[in-house]
């Protein structure tokens, strides 16, 4: 199995690929890259480097993802040559592509927030838009991932001038903001024989762009749960998914409206490794590797997953790793203020329990975020 990109989500597919009989080969940007410490081979080179994705798919028989910034056409290449990759190109242009995604699922009846595409502030679409919507986010339809290249404008003097900014780049898209009730994220994984599995849903919380919590169980009534499953299901069926697709919602006065989607182990998922039946990545490897899913079942009755991201000074994961029921992941990463550097998880029969223990080992680690 070929993994391109040699981050952390790589590093926690290769905790667990022995176990699933998988054997993992990264393409990392650098040896000082998270998943090498984890990974049984290594190619090093740029994600984006014909060269080295061909050097890669020579040594697998599948190839997958730890994140989107990937050249779609390179994809195509691959595929076209012969590289089984998993998820495809096809599918993969949903998760890298915002544009394509909102306009795609817009066609099949999927709640997105209102929306219009654009390559220039001039555009009559966007000028109608604005006329419309007092209230707008301005996002990079490429290239953006933890808040990076999605913006607030103030009013429409600047939606306008970030509009043309984003647009040196590529296309952008330009929607509504919508009022939030709450957030959630649901996770399914799709087989390559198209059998389909769903791991409950969780309450997320962000912060800059950034989750910084996720809780199980999300607490929300029977409806809105089934509507989450539901909408999840369709996706992965439609985009032809194989492997993990996690979507992201929104909870507004209309209901849920879809947000982003995932198509690699994501940080909603990460409490199923000691909180369900099959971790995230445990049933992404197995996907793409063909074999049968696990049950994705939750087998405690609450989980508190807290990622921990660089202060202006260290702590210790030693400290995080004393606190009573706290499952403490390093990332392997030298601390940097900002930084991704782990996450904590903590499982057990009572969530404010869960909740409060998580964020005490989580700022014993360092963790530079504030409590939800």
Not at 84 to 107: G, I, N, T
């Amino acid at each position: 199995m070929g993994v391109v990109g040699g981050g952390q989500l790589a590093r926690m597919m290769g905790e667990v690929s022995h176990e699933v009989h998988v054997s993992l080969t990264v393409l990392a940007t650098s040896t000082e890259d998270s998943a090498l410490a984890t990974c049984d081979h290594f190619v090093i080179g740029a994600a984006q480097d014909p060269s080295a994705l061909e050097a890669l798919a020579a040594l697998v028989d599948v190839v997958t993802f730890d994140h989107e910034l990937v050249d779609l056409d390179q994809i195509v290449a691959l595929e076209a040559a012969g590289v089984v990759v998993r998820p495809s190109a096809h599918a993969l242009h949903f998760s890298v592509d915002k544009a394509h995604q909102r306009v795609e699922f817009a066609r099949a009846g999927l709640l997105v927030p209102r929306f219009v595409t654009t390559r220039t502030s001039t555009d009559s679409a966007v000028v109608r838009f604005l006329d419309e919507v007092d209230d707008v986010v301005v996002k990079a339809a490429c290239g953006g991932y933890d808040g990076r290249g999605v913006l607030f404008p103030v009013d429409r003097a600047e939606a306008l001038a970030m509009i043309d900014d984003l647009a040196r780049a590529g296309e952008v898209v330009v929607e509504e903001r919508l009022s939030l009730l709450a957030e959630f994220a649901q996770v399914v994984v799709r087989g390559h024989d198209a059998d389909c599995v769903a791991y409950p849903l969780v309450r997320t919380v962000q912060r800059d762009g950034m989750c910084v919590e996720v809780t199980f169980p999300a607490n929300v009534d029977e409806t809105t749960g089934a509507d989450a499953e539901r909408v999840a299901r369709v996706i992965a069926e439609l985009i032809g998914a194989v492997g993990i697709v996690a979507v992201e919602f929104f909870l507004t006065e209309r209901g849920l409206v879809i947000n982003e989607i995932a198509l690699r182990p994501h940080n909603s998922g990460h409490w199923s490794i000691e909180g369900a039946a099959t971790s995230q990545f445990a049933n992404h490897l197995l996907a793409v590797s063909g074999a049968p899913l696990g049950p994705a079942t939750a087998i405690v009755r609450a989980a508190a997953m807290v990622n921990v991201v660089g202060a202006e000074t260290p702590g210790s994961i030693e400290a995080a790793a004393r606190v009573p029921g706290a499952h403490v992941h390093g990332y392997g990463k030298t601390w940097r203020p900002g930084r991704k550097l782990g996450h904590v998880t903590v499982v057990g029969d009572d969530l404010t329990t869960a909740h409060v223990t998580a964020w005490e080992s989580a700022r014993a680690y360092g963790t530079s975020t504030q409590e939800a």
